[in-house]
């Protein structure tokens, strides 16, 4: 509608001018060189606006004729460069369908037609990675190191290489010269974070997690187990240099980071015991028993109480037991204190419960070692100790990344160098990183009773069951 109407005021102003030509009629004469041309001051217009075009199309008619040849060479270098992106994109396709054949003849074709080399070098190399040419990879990732503007995707081919490879020590550099360009990036910082700390390097890995938490890269609960796993092995590594204090100090500030975190509140009480401060031992023991009873905090607490005779240590473990009164691990630690004290009839009681609660190894083999110890009865101590080797597998420190099973806790995966992977859970293959002589036997799955709970008679009295 608006161009229409711009059109008819346009008319109207060429139709007004020819009106008002009209209306004032006059002469234009010209002498020149013996001749006079005389007409009319119309006709002078339009033969003036006639030249004028004339002169206009001429002039661009020459622009033309002496552009041409640069023109066609645009249009030339325009055909290529659509070609080489056609190119390009079809060889990124290739490469995400996993096509190598396709994406190495789209990548030579697309280096050819473009001269965009941090393009074309980026997909070459990732067509030699699909076709397993690992050493002409590296070769254009290193070149991509030449430039500013591909050099962090460089390090990062490099980077994914060297992980592939299992060279940790590279990758460690590689991550950390890509930092250097982009420090911010999520992925590479829990990618580095991860290869400080697999390589021991405590306390740098622990600045990383930092800003890997704040980057979004790892999850804050996540991160805050982490670095109590950093923290604890700060402790380890001071006490190995002589410095006592700090490693006091790591320990406890892992506990109170998380305090259901088994191993650092059993690291901090023993710590404390060493400098003589019994009672905090303790306390620290105590407050991870109400959020997480194990048996690696049992052994702790037996040190702890070492110096009572043997009937106060069961009253001990029984103030121990009011933290978490019902659940299986507080009683099995009174049951074996009291059959340190010679208090059979309490120990039965507490195995009793915790046989009825969750029978398991440990369970059968404490039966087995009080028919001993009471009755001197060997029949049925071998009879808990046939059930206990057809019972569910006891839990124990198992890697998550490759199911090893360990004998003790620790930072790294003895096995793989996982970091913070071990996990107190019933292991399910039977790799384990123990000695054999100290190896427990492992079953994929404990075969269940035909009817009732094994080993239970009535009234509630244990009573072995005969090996089937």
Not at 92 to 114: F, H, N, P, S, Y
Not at 239 to 245: F, H, L, N, V
Not at 340 to 350: K, T, V
Not at 429 to 456: D, F, Y
Request: hydrophobic content about 45%; charged content about 20%; overall charge positive.
């Amino acid at each position: 509608m608006t161009r229409a109407i711009w059109f008819i005021i346009k008319v109207a102003i060429v139709v007004a001018i020819a009106v008002w030509l009209a209306n004032h009629p006059g002469t234009v004469s010209v002498n020149w060189q013996g001749y006079v041309v005389e007409t009319g001051f119309g006709i002078a217009v339009l033969i003036g606006v006639a030249v004028l075009a004339a002169a206009i199309v001429l002039y661009r008619l020459a622009r033309a004729i002496i552009g041409a040849p640069r023109s066609l060479g645009r249009y030339r270098r325009s055909r290529r460069r659509e070609r080489g992106y056609k190119a390009l994109t079809r060889g990124m396709v290739a490469v995400a369908a996993g096509d190598a054949t396709t994406a190495r003849k789209m990548a030579r074709k697309a280096d050819g037609l473009l001269n965009e080399p941090p393009l074309t070098m980026l997909l070459s190399a990732q067509a030699a990675q699909l076709q397993g040419d690992d050493r002409a990879a590296k070769e254009y990732f290193t070149a991509m190191l030449d430039r500013p503007e591909t050099a962090f995707l460089g390090l990062r081919g490099l980077l994914t290489q060297s992980l592939k490879a299992g060279d940790r020590v590279e990758a460690l550099q590689l991550a950390r010269r890509a930092q250097s360009l982009q420090p911010n990036t999520p992925w590479l910082l829990g990618t580095l974070y991860d290869l400080e700390a697999r390589a021991g390097e405590w306390a740098a890995a622990e600045g990383t997690l930092q800003q890997a938490v704040q980057a979004g890269a790892i999850n804050p609960d996540l991160g805050r187990r982490h670095r109590a796993t950093l923290l604890l092995e700060r402790s380890f590594e001071a006490e190995r240099r002589g410095r006592s204090d700090s490693a006091l100090s790591h320990a406890q500030a892992a506990h109170d980071l998380l305090s259901g975190f088994v191993p650092a509140a059993a690291r901090a009480a023993r710590l404390q015991m060493a400098i003589g401060k019994h009672k905090n031992a303790a306390k620290t023991i105590e407050r991870c028993w109400r959020v997480n009873p194990h048996p690696d905090l049992t052994s702790a607490y037996r040190e702890v109480v070492s110096s009572y005779d043997p009937m106060n240590r069961v009253k001990l473990f029984e103030k121990l037991r009011n933290h978490a009164p019902h659940d299986v691990e507080s009683l099995l630690a009174v049951a074996r204190a009291a059959l340190d004290a010679q208090l059979w009839g309490e120990a039965r009681a507490h195995l009793t419960k915790a046989l009825e609660a969750r029978p398991s190894r440990r369970v059968y083999q404490l039966l087995a070692e009080l028919e001993r110890a009471e009755r001197q009865d060997e029949e049925a101590a071998r009879a808990w100790l046939a059930q206990a080797a057809n019972a569910p597998a006891d839990a124990a420190w198992t890697c998550t990344a490759c199911n090893a099973v360990s004998p003790s806790w620790g930072g790294l995966c003895g096995h793989c160098g996982a970091f913070d992977s071990l996990e107190w859970k019933a292991p399910t293959v039977s790799l384990s990183l123990m000695t054999p002589e100290h190896a427990p036997a492992i079953t994929h799955q404990a075969a269940e009773p035909a009817s009732g709970q094994p080993g239970i008679a009535p009234g509630g009295q244990i009573a072995p069951q005969a090996a089937t």
